[in-house]
C-alpha cells in the first residue's frame, strides 16, 4: 500500500509537499482533512495535528520540507536536489521572518496589537532580494527552493494582489505567474473530496502523469 499523505488543498505547508511527491513521481494515497473537523485517524498520525503529514510503513513525517526531502530521495529525476546549501538558507528565511510578516499582513484580526503595514514592509523585503535573484527560477533551474517558497509568495500575492502587481518585482511575478499557470499546479490543486474512513482512495500524482 502506497503512503498516505494527509493534506489541505490551500495550506502553503501542505502544497510544497504535494509538489515534490508529484516531480518524484512517487504515489502516495492522499486524504484531503477538513481543518475544522479533523478525522481521529489523523490526529492518532499526526503529532503536531497539523498538515501535511506523511505515514509510511515504518515512520510518520509530520514537517513539509522532511517530507519533499523524503520523496525526492526516493526519485528527483528533474534534479531539485542539485542545490547550493544558499537554498536551504533561503528556505528558512521563507519559514521563519517571511511567514510570521505574511501572517501578521494576512491575518491581521489575529494580532490586534501589531501593525500590518509595517509587516508587509518586512515581507516586501524578503520579495525584493529573492527579486534580485530570480532569473527564470531562484538558482535557474527548478530546485526545492523554488517548490518551498512559491506557495507562500502565493499566499502572500493574493493578500492585495493590485497592490502586488504594483510592485517593482518583475522576476518575482513572472516566476509566481509561471507557476500558476503550470502543469505542476494544475496537478496538486484540484477540489479534492474531504476523505472519510473507507473512502476509495485519492492517488497522487495522477496516473496520467506518472505515465508521461
Not at 517571511?98 to 508587509?120: G, M, N, S, V
Not at 517558497?149 to 516566476?175: C, E, G, M, S, T
Request: proline share 10%; glycine share 2%; hydrophobic share 45%.
Amino acid at each position: 500500500m502506497p503512503p498516505i499523505l494527509y493534506t489541505f488543498r490551500r495550506c502553503p505547508y501542505a502544497m510544497r509537499a504535494r509538489l515534490a511527491i508529484d516531480v518524484a513521481l512517487t504515489p502516495v494515497h492522499l486524504r484531503e482533512v477538513k481543518l475544522a473537523a479533523k478525522p481521529k485517524a489523523f490526529l492518532d498520525a499526526s503529532p503536531s495535528a497539523t498538515v501535511p503529514c506523511l505515514v509510511t510503513d515504518t515512520q510518520t513525517i509530520d514537517e513539509s520540507r522532511d517530507i519533499m526531502l523524503w520523496a525526492l530521495a526516493q526519485h528527483d529525476p528533474e534534479g531539485w536536489l542539485d542545490m547550493p546549501a544558499e537554498g536551504h538558507a533561503l528556505i528558512d528565511l521563507c519559514d521563519g521572518p517571511f511567514k510570521h510578516a505574511l501572517d501578521r499582513t494576512k491575518y491581521a484580526t489575529r494580532y490586534p496589537d501589531e501593525d500590518p503595514i509595517t509587516h508587509r514592509a518586512e515581507a516586501a523585503t524578503f520579495l525584493s532580494d529573492l527579486n534580485a535573484r530570480i532569473t527564470t527560477h531562484v538558482f535557474g533551474h527548478p530546485t526545492l527552493a523554488d517548490a518551498a517558497i512559491l506557495p507562500f509568495v502565493r499566499q502572500f500575492a493574493f493578500i492585495d494582489k493590485p497592490w502586488f502587481d504594483a510592485q517593482d518585482w518583475p522576476n518575482l511575478q513572472n516566476w509566481l505567474a509561471r507557476f500558476l499557470h503550470s502543469d505542476a499546479f494544475a496537478r496538486i490543486m484540484p477540489k479534492f473530496p474531504i476523505w472519510a474512513p473507507g473512502d476509495a482512495p485519492v492517488t497522487l500524482p495522477a496516473t496520467a502523469h506518472q505515465a508521461h
